[in-house]
């Protein structure tokens, strides 16, 4: 991996996630009001994150499963909730500790253990599943798969992650969010097409035991995101 590259943005995204963005974001993951276009973004997530837990076993008793970038909990507290032994990671110690606040007040079948740091650390152990939602869009396609790779090595049966599709609609969003206060901007998307993923994944040695399996488009106003599942040859 461009270490650098990656150590440098995983800067940039925890400045802005534990400090400039942690009110929006704790309002937008609740089920408080907000405007127009926050709410596309939530009904987007909603759907996306129903769509990744689909993807998972039903019940998911007995099995580890690590929720990176985890953000205020809410695909960790479900997947623990049917049974699953979560562990949930997220680079913003401040929206760690809202989402261990959310854990605790929600009855589980499994349980959720909460860690803040680099999704990445081969210290958290082996999963059977691994859950990138929306947290390696403002990554290089290159980083990106150099990441999935560093996880797949550690993962028994499935990584399922999103990446920002390259889409004119999307171009134009982001156009849109250059125009806003340098203060207010969340940190770079990095939109790929998805056949230079595709390109890259079946290069890349440290996927060599895994296949694509099944793709989904979310678009909900200002949300666009891809969900796309790696899967362990010869797991169900």
Known sequence: ????????????????????????????????????????????RDTMRATMLSWLPADL????LLDAGCGT?????????RGADVVAIDLSPTLVGLAR??????????????????????????????????????????DVTRALAGLAARTRSSVLFTYAPRTPALAAMHAV??????????????????????????????LSSYGIGRTLRVSRGFYTSQALELRRDGTA
Do not use: N
Request: charge should be positive.
């Open 101 to 142: 606040e959310r854990a605790e007040a929600t009855p589980l079948r499994g349980r959720v253990t909460f860690r803040s740091g680099d999704m990445l650390d081969a210290s958290l152990g082996s999963f059977d599943h691994v859950v990138c939602m929306d947290s390696l869009i403002h990554y290089r396609a290159q």
């Open 61 to 64: 008793t007995g099995l580890r």
């Open 1 to 44: 991996m461009h270490t650098a590259t990656y150590q440098q943005r995983r800067g940039q995204l925890l400045t802005y996630f534990d400090r400039t963005a942690v009110e929006a974001w704790k309002r937008l993951t609740s089920d408080a009001p907000v405007g127009r276009i926050r709410a596309t973004v939530r009904a987007g």
């Open 73 to 81: 909990g809410a695909l960790a507290i479900a997947a623990a909730a």
């Open 177 to 206: 969010g250059r125009l806003f206060p340098r203060s207010d901007r969340a940190p770079a998307i990095e939109p790929v097409a998805g056949a230079k993923l595709a390109r890259l994944i079946g290069e890349e040695a440290g």
